[in-house]
């Protein structure tokens, strides 16, 4: 089964506890051999699903939205991206060198092709910015893959 992840950056707290948990559960559901995440390994959901899927024997892809996009990310990052990244069997890439809005989209655009399901970390609410969550399922719905949201109940984002 090929796994996409998009979701909410930014998540603290036992927000972010929650929210690992339930990503790591989803992939212990799945027969490893056959297990491939797709993500672009952005801090928060993107990591953690990567990290999940890896921890129990799955492969990794991984969608690199710009040539820019890793210093756009927390420095205290950095080391997971890069060893998240070194770790996927596969890399793709949107030729886009900016680490902007419709990079970031484009990149989701390419995830959403590759997988069979998507994971979304979404609290439901519209996008606060062009390629946020709520356009990545939106994308996947049009596209006719199946989204399946993770939020935990009651759970509210700053």
């Known amino acids: 089964m090929r796994i996409g ?16 948990a339930c990503l790591h559960a989803l992939v212990e559901t799945r027969n490893p051999a056959e ?11 993107d990591a953690w699903f990567a990290r999940a899927v890896l921890e129990v024997g799955g ?29 996927a ?7 886009f060198r900016e680490s902007d809005e419709q ?11 590759l997988a ?7 609290d439901g609410q519209p996008a606060r910015g062009y390629g946020g969550t709520a356009d990545v399922v939106e994308s996947a719905r049009r596209m006719g893959t199946p989204v399946q949201v993770v939020w935990p109940k009651g759970a509210t984002r700053d």
């Open 5 to 20: 992840i998009t979701g909410h950056r930014g998540l603290t707290g036992n927000l972010a506890e929650e929210v690992r």
């Open 35 to 45: 297990l491939v995440g797709i993500s672009c390994i952005a801090d928060g959901p």
């Open 59 to 87: 492969r990794i892809e991984v969608v690199v939205p710009a040539a820019a996009y890793r210093a756009g990310l927390p420095e205290w990052h950095h080391d997971e991206y890069d060893a998240l990244l070194a770790a």
């Open 89 to 95: 069997s596969q890399v793709y890439g949107t030729g």
């Open 103 to 113: 990079a970031h989209m484009a990149g989701s655009e390419i995830l959403v092709g």
């Open 116 to 122: 069979e399901h998507l994971v979304a970390v979404w």
